[in-house]
């Protein structure tokens, strides 16, 4: 019976702990909103919109402990409108308990209140209420453009996200594209960065999904992606002009942005779907280009699984197995298609043939045609013929094709370092260092005015010299006042 009740007193405690923690995080994330309505109410007074990126910076922890009893406190807290109260209060099946006397009543921030709107716009995308989402952020965007402060604009962004997600999930995409073209043009005239960029790669993402690639190519070539863009965005608009490069068959632009979009994108779990996203379409652009991406690519922990189906299709490229390729693609046709690397993937039959072809080059100085149809698969002898010399002319392999007697003779290898391949390759190297530099050194970041402390206390000692000099030319100043007594 004793150790019965011991039990029982033990869950107590245990239950009481489990309240006295979600009080705790509830009294803490209500402190956190508060204090972000702080920081935008410092931002319109000041002007300077680093305090509403901290706001920003506090969107994913605060999302993580936001519940509807939050959202009600808040929104019963700070409104007295009782209109646009209750109309907030209706998103979330709530009504309002509280009521204002005249002492009490003030009015909202726009900030404040566009602020609200977006913390219940990402409650409503993580509880799936994808209609009640876009009726809200076609509401928000609304009271945004009537409002037309520029010191919205960071917010703006983030809610134009949103609204572009919640139509992405219900498959309305095409149907907010005039909107999000006449908000692009609206906040490049007003140089508006951070909302120019997303909306750019909002409008690029929406033509992607819906395969339209040509109108995304004229989109890109009648705008431009803001340099003061944050990193984010950065590595997304890389990420774009690398799969339309890869498409346009120039793979060596494609790469160059797709490792830009590696390279800025953060290194960690939260980023593990665009990271695979990348990758899969950097792997096979490095195929492409004839290169065999490292061993270790595939066995980092984030994109090991993921990657399974490209690790399979870079193995027949490597080993020059046409069979090999075949089999891996159609056993991972679905995935492919999936991830719209079905068509870049087709192209590279080509690649597994042409490293057949230089494999057996390497290996034999004199084969038939017919040992190389049985090597590389290939349907019959006039097939392997044409690929031999196509291989030839594109510079491929180094070797002759006898076309009466039926086989193929490799030349003597050439001393690489007699041609222009290492210069070449130190070449790109050296690029992709500067281009690194320059990149790190727009990346940087420095407060606002903190060169005037530095001036101000430059000032004030050369204030002290003129002082000192004007001392011991007036004969004011003792040696003996810097003796210590004793």
Known sequence: MTEKNDQI?????????????????????????????????????TAEARFTTRVLRTLPSIRRRLTCDILVQVISEQYDDQQIKTELLKYLNQKDTTSKTEEESSSVLPEVDIYIHLNLLIYLLDENQIEKGIELSNKTIQRMTSMNRRTMDPLAARVYFYHARFYELSNRLAEIRPLQLAAHRTATLRHDVETQATLLNLLLRNYFYHN?????????????????????????????????????????????????AIR??????????????????????????????????FRQPVLRKALLPYLAITQAVRIGDLATFQSSLGHFDATFKKDKTYSLILRLRHNVIKTGIRMISLSYSKISLRDICLKLHLDSEEDAEFIVAKAIRDGVIDASLDHVQGFMKSKEIVDIYSTNEPQNAYHQRINFCLNLHNEAVKAMRFPMDAHRKGLDNAEEARERERELVQEIAEGDLDDDDDMPDF
């Open 212 to 260: 339209l690639y040509d109108q995304a190519d004229k989109l890109l070539s009648k705008s431009t992606f803001p340099e003061k863009a944050g990193n984010n965005q950065a590595a997304r608009y890389a990420y774009y002009l690398g799969r339309i490069k890869a498409l346009q068959l120039d793979y060596t632009a494609a790469h160059t942005f797709l490792a830009q």
């Open 264 to 297: 800025k994108t953060p290194q960690n779990s939260i980023t593990a779907g665009f990271q695979q996203t990348v990758h899969k379409f950097f792997i096979v652009v490095q195929l492409l280009m004839g290169d065999i991406p490292e061993r270790s690519l």
């Open 9 to 45: 007193e033990a869950m107590d405690i245990v239950q009481e702990d489990e309240e006295t923690k979600q009080k705790r995080l509830y009294k803490e994330t209500i402190d956190d909103i508060k204090r972000n309505f702080s920081l935008l109410e410092r931002s319109v007074e």
